[in-house]
């Protein structure tokens, strides 16, 4: 279903497809990261104007597709300068992340030890991410932050998850690497 159409919807649409033909899910998300940066690098894909506005008090994220026969979504984030995730997961999902505009700073997290509702994490790498440059996360390796590090321009980075992404859990930060694990349940904000 798309949400928005835009220039090179069906292109960026008929990549994702046949991304997601591949065999297993290393092969799935090795294909997209490579599409999406050829896309992104070769500017046949033109998001829509909406996606370089910023949302306020937090970054937005606005769904452009969702595919009925595959079950993906493709969701634009938009980051305002500073804004950026708590350590977080994608429940289960693999995703593809591509930088479309500005820069990223991404790190990733080991998870170690946890008991209850409390976890002890490290970081293990962390990379600052371009236009035109796209990263995977394939669980159980999935707990990351994203964060804009300019201080006075936007970011946007375009989202492939296997399936709707409603719903993640967020680790709030209680000092000597340990987090207490929440449940947040993710909006969409709107498309224009």
Known sequence: MITVDFPGSRKLIDAIDASVAQASTPAITDALRNALCRLIRSEEVKLPECVFEMAGDHYARRELYRS???GYSVIAMTWGPGQGTLIHDH???WCVEGVWAGSLEIVQYELGEHEAERYHFR???SIQAGPG???SL???HEYHTIRNPSEDSVAVSLHIYSGR????????PEGDDWYQRTERQLGLDQVH
Do not use: E, L, N, R
């Open 165 to 172: 992404m409603t719903q993640c859990a967020v680790f709030k």
């Open 138 to 140: 394939i669980p159980p």
């Open 133 to 135: 440059s796209a990263g």
């Open 123 to 125: 970081p293990v790498g």
């Open 68 to 70: 009925d026969d595959h």
């Open 91 to 93: 429940s289960g999902m």
